[in-house]
């Protein structure tokens, strides 16, 4: 990428926390869809980072806005969603500059697809052109990228087949004649074709069997320590992601909650919403637990609740929760200064109050 | 097969009398040029009044179709299906009607499963006109069903479309519309995979609260083994049309015995197993070796249908389908080699029978 002198690229030095290490920094990132009814914001000042080589998992409900945040940090969007605020700083290795995804012109943003991000879509099989052959798909994407010659191409086409595990005797198929894991795999080898820093998985297993989807996800993790690109991985279920991610950012209503490593997550959740997704899935191995899910639905984001949005939701909220600040800020009780909470009421250890799914309200208040 | 199957007791039969049997149900599908699927294959296995029966199995494995049998939507190819002891025969409008009324399907899908230009009244109403016949408390039956589904207060959801609502009250009116033809066996096709997992375990347990209260008989259908285990009494196994293992749900899921249920069981999502298999990748000490799932596009077509991903294969696998055997009074696998699959599962063997007593 060349930087462009007209428009300066937004630089490094201004970012506050150590995103020379971030190959991907989001900054925040605010996105609303403009609807008659007024403005939905699907994305509410968001600051997420990904490191080189790492797994980054995003996970929320469907409505969280956890697609929204990442198609429009590579500005996939378009009316009637818009950008409000936000920076997103790309410095990968092929780069020159740190820049601003945001703010680049057409050229720039040109260079910058694909070749440095690609994103492997959630549906293979509305993703893929259904009249053209897995071959045809794949040049399409090395020649619009790359400038090699034909015969170089036809070879990396055959080669990104091997890399996922497709025999080349399938270079001629057309979608239609590919099982599901196998056009979520030329899905992948797409996503690759250019050899991309960041590769943004978007729900790319969620379609598909449990035997096959725990496949592709070892075949990514396999890829991801040969080729050394990051991942952003975006889900609803959050227990694939403890196995699979790094960090893991939990999101709800546009907002982020919590960010913490796998295990954090995992052994210490600090925020009300986080608790409740681990006990809402049924695990296969240990005891039998009691399992409680979270009653409710997500708040309407065109006239959002103020203070936390999980409030109704929550078994912990007060009236204080009304006029907290969504802030990410360490937990307390935790020894890695990474793991961040909105919540500053509920630590990993705080027991749920005593009338489960209803909201404890200090006395002499009414209930909401 | 279906002698052995008929020395197996089901699971699901201490929790009320029988309501539906379907005894070696089979069904093909031509698919041209002279070629059949066996879509399901002799597959026998009982419903009883307030009891939960799961069908695992993975896309194609014939789980839908099973349930499509047993709801009168296709024509079996051979086998029978029983109701409270009679032999189902529909050879009219009125006779499928009449089975409607007491076996009601469930889909997958909450967005298309409505109709788009009626209100969720209508959708209450149908039924309960067609099963029913005109009554003068509609009204108060249709309220009662948004109240057994909990979509409260009824009156401000009756006169919703299906875009005005969220996915989980989509499926809560695919609830009520099925149970207002108050039937006694409840056929639920993937009620809750296309739901977010928030949301998911509240249907479980509004369904099985539903079951509870009007003892229906239900079939689970899922892909998921895990909810199977939480909310089923009896779990089976399909793979490639046929039940390769059936038992109580904490045992399968526990101690799975076949071969394809082990490998079922270990591909879920384990979320105590951080810096699992799945995090080393491939180099990771997977039990079974990644070509396996890689490899057949379709099932062998003779001997045993798993026996192309199967690491304990050896010649009788390909040449002879092993049926479903007896391993305790309540749990079966259909498996030549469960002395290696599961030694301790067998009696006999070191270790064996470790399970019978549960």
């Known amino acids: ?368 | 097969m279906t002698e052995q199957a008929t020395t197996l007791t089901s699971a699901a039969a201490v929790r009320g009398p029988l309501a539906m049997e379907a005894i070696s149900v089979s069904k093909d599908f031509k698919i041209g040029r002279g070629q059949t699927l066996h879509a399901v294959r002799d597959v026998s296995f009982n419903l009883y009044r307030g009891a939960v029966v799961a069908l695992v199995g993975e896309s194609g494995s014939g789980k839908s179709t099973a349930a499509r049998l047993l709801a009168g939507q296709e024509r079996l190819t051979s086998g029978a299906i029983k109701l409270d002891g009679k032999p189902v025969e529909v050879t009219s409008r009125g006779d499928f009607r009449r089975y409607k009324s007491q076996v009601q399907y469930v889909f997958q899908d909450p967005f298309s499963s409505l109709n788009p230009v009626h209100t969720v009244q209508y959708h209450l109403e149908r039924p309960l006109k067609l099963h029913h016949g005109k009554s003068a408390n509609t009204d108060t039956e249709v309220a009662a069903l948004m109240e057994q589904v909990r979509l409260t207060p009824a009156n401000h959801f009756l006169v919703k479309y299906p875009h005005e609502l969220s996915g989980g009250q989509r499926q809560r009116v695919s609830f009520a519309r099925a149970l207002a033809a108050r039937p006694t066996v409840l056929l639920a096709d993937e009620p809750v995979s296309m739901l977010d997992v928030s949301i998911r375990l509240e249907m479980l347990n509004l369904l099985d609260d539903l079951r509870k209260r009007l003892s229906l008989a239900m079939l689970y259908i899922t892909h998921d083994i895990a909810s199977a285990r939480y909310f089923a009494d009896e779990i089976l196994v399909m793979y490639a049309g046929e039940i390769v293992e059936r038992g109580p749900a904490e045992e399968v899921t526990q101690q799975p015995a076949h071969p394809y249920t082990q490998l079922l069981v270990a591909s879920s999502p384990d979320p105590d197993n951080l810096g699992s298999a799945l995090r080393r990748g491939a180099n990771g000490t997977r039990r079974q070796g990644p070509q396996l799932t890689r490899t057949p596009e379709r099932a062998a077509t003779a001997g045993c249908p798993f026996s192309p991903r199967c690491p304990l294969a050896e010649d009788r696998c390909r040449e002879e389908d092993p049926p479903l055997l007896p391993i305790t009074a309540t749990r079966g696998a259909a498996c030549w080699r469960l002395d290696v699959a599961a030694p301790e599962l067998i009696p006999g063997l070191p270790g064996g029978g470790s399970t019978t007593n549960n």
């Open chain 1, 1 to 368: 990428m060349t930087a462009d002198p007209g428009r300066a690229p937004v630089p490094v030095a201004a970012s506050p926390v150590a995103a020379q290490d971030a190959v991907l920094e989001i900054r925040d990132l605010s996105v609303v869809y403009r609807t008659p009814g007024g403005d939905v914001r699907a994305v509410d000042k968001v600051n997420l980072s990904l490191a080189p080589g790492e797994v980054v998992g995003l996970c929320g409900e469907s409505g969280s806005g956890k697609s929204t945040l990442v198609y429009g940090a590579s500005r996939l969007l378009r009316a009637p969603a818009l950008i409000t605020s936000g920076t997103v700083i790309y410095s990968g290795r092929r780069v020159t500059k740190p820049a601003d995804v945001l703010r680049m012109r057409p050229d720039e943003l040109q260079r910058l697809r694909w070749r440095e991000i690609a994103i492997v879509f959630q549906s293979a099989m509305n993703a893929l052109n259904p009249v053209l052959n897995v071959r045809d798909q794949l040049l399409d994407v090395i020649h619009a990228h790359l400038r090699i010659p034909r015969d170089e191409a036809r070879e990396r086409a055959a080669s990104l087949l091997d890399l996922v595990g497709i025999p080349r005797s399938r270079l001629r198929s057309y979608p239609h004649e590919l099982s599901g894991g196998m056009r979520q795999r030329v899905m992948i080898a797409m996503a690759l074709a250019t050899d991309p820093e960041v590769v943004i998985m978007d729900e790319p297993t969620t379609a598909l069997d449990v035997v096959v989807q725990r496949d592709i996800l070892a075949q990514i993790v396999e890829l991801k320590e040969r080729l050394g690109f990051s991942i952003m991985f975006i889900t609803h279920d959050l227990s694939l992601l403890l196995e699979l991610a790094d960090r893991i950012a939990v999101m709800y209503a546009g907002q982020l909650l919590e960010i913490g490593t796998a295990s954090e997550i995992h052994r210490e959740p600090s925020h009300p919403y986080t608790k409740g997704l681990l006990n809402s899935f049924p695990s296969l191995r240990g005891p039998r637990r009691d399992l409680t899910g979270i009653p409710g639905s997500p708040p309407d984001l065109r006239d959002p609740p103020p203070g936390c949005p999980f409030l109704p939701r929550c078994a912990y909220g007060t009236s204080a929760c009304e006029e907290v600040d969504m802030h990410l800020l360490p937990v307390a009780t935790s020894k890695d200064p990474d793991h961040v909470t909105a919540c500053p009421f509920v630590l990993p250890g705080t027991p749920v109050p005593d009338r489960p799914g209803t909201r404890q309200e200090p006395a002499g208040e009414p209930a909401a």
